[in-house]
Antibody, heavy 118, light 106 residues
Framework: EVQLVESGGGLIQPGGFLRLSCAAS????????ISWVRQAPGKGLEWVSI???????FYADSVQGRFTISRDNSKNTVYLQMDSLRAEDTAVYFC????????????WGQGTLVTVSS | DIQMTQSPSSLSASVGDGVTITCRAS??????LNWYQQKPGKAPKLLIY???SLQSGVPSRFSGSGSGTDFTLTISSLQPEDLATYYC????????FGGGTKVEIK
């Protein structure tokens, strides 16, 4: 069974940093396209970042230079390092799998809440 | 970036009604368009990919159509469990989502 489990969310002060984890089971992260998608409270979905099966990484303009996506194939886990956090980064962060580059996200985690506030 | 515009932003319909949601892309995206359903407090669920292909396990009352810049999601006979917000997402370039359509049951 394909499963994604996020962890690492919490309350953090503006300017702080946090690392989210997305542990996968039932498939290999190295053979798929894994994205982070966030949803601010009461708002819609916003794509944040993606790591391709080949290792290429891409970011939304809103997080470029502050967030870094990576993966550990031995742990079958994808990470999102979030630095210089801002209040507007407050959201539930989902990781999602796309089996192909056409990013049809067919499996999602349950999400982890990040709250940036002093 | 490719902008995705959904309409309406919300709708209310009765059980058994047909429901149509539209999504427009700011430039042509061929058929690289996906639809998701998100129920309150839950993760999104893929319903339709490549504009018109039904994801495995999704009821056949859901269908998608369109290409280029204009797309539609149709629920042929609304059911109580279809209460949710629906999002389109373009997959032509780095993903972007529409603003969502909240479907309520009368």
């Amino acid at each position: 069974e394909v499963q994604l489990v996020e962890s690492g969310g919490g309350l953090i002060q503006p300017g702080g940093f946090l690392r989210l984890s997305c542990a996968a089971s039932g498939f290999t992260v190295s053979g798929n396209y894994i994205s982070w998608v966030r949803q601010a409270p009461g708002k819609g979905l916003e794509w944040v970042s993606i790591i391709y099966s080949g290792g290429d990484t891409f970011y939304a303009d809103s997080v470029q230079g502050r967030f870094t996506i990576s993966r550990d194939n031995s742990k079958n886990t994808v990470y999102l390092q979030m630095d210089s956090l801002r209040a507007e980064d407050t959201a539930v962060y989902f990781c999602a799998r796309a089996p192909t580059i056409t990013t049809n996200f067919d499996s999602w985690g349950q999400g982890t809440l990040v709250t940036v506030s002093s | 970036d490719i902008q995705m515009t959904q309409s309406p932003s919300s709708l209310s319909a009765s059980v058994g009604d047909g429901v149509t949601i539209t999504c427009r892309a700011s430039q042509s995206i061929s058929s690289y368009l996906n639809w998701y359903q998100q129920k309150p407090g839950k993760a999104p669920k893929l319903l339709i990919y490549a504009a018109s292909s039904l994801q495995s396990g999704v009821p056949s009352r859901f269908s998608g159509s369109g290409s280029g810049t204009d797309f539609t999601l149709t629920i042929s006979s609304l059911q109580p469990e279809d209460l949710a917000t629906y999002y389109c997402q373009q997959a032509y370039s780095h993903p972007t989502f529409g603003g969502g359509t909240k479907v309520e049951i009368k």
